[in-house]
């Protein structure tokens, strides 16, 4: 870092103003800055560590001759306490669904309006309230922590621009994977009549529309994203998106909305902003119901006579849209690295601490790893009953 022993600043403004002009937010780690450092000189004590959220080098006092950084950053969460909040809000949604599932068992039919109603409410429970009680510990940092920058109006352009591609991408990817997964079987697809009366319409939007898209977003691109960082920017993006996906516990959906996950994380990175994704995912949810309500073809094929076509054709329909799907993401990804340009000065990473970097091990992801092996169990139940019902094993036990 310095030329010769006798350059060795004498004072902190000195030493921070040499340090400054080695070190920027996105060109060097700290752990990078220390064994430089060392590789020059030895002999020479490391002077301090750097913080790359606040663009900020924390200096040891001249007695110590170790790198003095934090074993915690109270700022943000731990990796493994990010997993166990993921581990904690999908066990509470598992539970409220199953026994609201085991409760409607009883009747022959449960209102759309009632539905959604449910909706609100397990929404609220399993997302609302380990938010709230995990968020009580941060004080004046939940700020940064979830984001809550308020986006420019240039960022607010290019956002509306994703929001209709990751749409038309979604659905894109969504009737690619139908097709492929209807040569195991016919997929299991959830289809919820609308209500037809106002307080039910209100519910429907109120669920989907405001709750979904702001607890969904406070959870995974707040909270999750924020401690998965500790193992590294794109680590968090992709990881999360994953999760994301893997939440909804439906091998049907689960392709297009991992690449939602993906393009919302990537979105929140981008611009520090977690308004910008809870625009992406109300306007996605947005459409999605405003379709619904459209006029439906009399003559409309139903799945089951969509999806009673040769294998081939199957095979090149699921081809056409995956190639629609690819084109949108790139142009998406491409608008999203706008968005970094745009809004460059913002500090998007955090400081990992010596725990993540050197520490804890194959512990870090435990609460993450448990999550997704329930899950997985979940789906693999899913294909097996796609593939009973479709060979009508059912029928054939029971004669």
Known sequence: MYEDDNSIPSSTSDLSNSVNENITNDSITA???????????????????????????????????TVQRPKEDKRWPSVKAAGFFFLIILGAQTVLSSLYATVSAFFESVPSGLLYTVTCIISL??????????????GDA?????RLHSPSPSTLAVVGVISILAFFVNFAITESWIYLVSLIGTPIITDTPNPTSIPGIIMMVLSLCVIAPVLEELCFRGVLQRGLEGKGAKYSIIMCGVL???????????????ILGIILAYTAYATNSLWCPIIIHAVNNIASVVMSFMPADPNAPTLE????????????????YFAVAAIGTVIIFLLISLLGKINSGAPRHRYRTDLELYGQGKTQTLGIKIG???IILNMVTEIGLMIVNDLNLLDYLLM
């Open 31 to 65: 752990p990078q800055a220390h064994k430089a450092s060392q590789a020059e000189h030895e002999h020479e004590p490391l002077l301090g560590w750097y913080d790359p959220y606040d663009g900020t080098y924390h200096y040891n006092s001249p007695q110590i001759d």
């Open 125 to 138: 429970v399993s997302l609302g309230v380990p938010l709230l009680i995990y968020l009580k510990k941060y």
């Open 142 to 146: 939940k700020k940064d922590l979830l």
């Open 244 to 258: 994301f996906a893997l939440m909804h516990m439906s091998v049907t959906t689960a392709p297009p909305k991992i």
């Open 305 to 320: 006579e969509m999806l009673d076509i040769p294998v081939l054709d199957k095979i090149s329909l699921a081809l056409v």
């Open 372 to 374: 997704v092996i329930i």
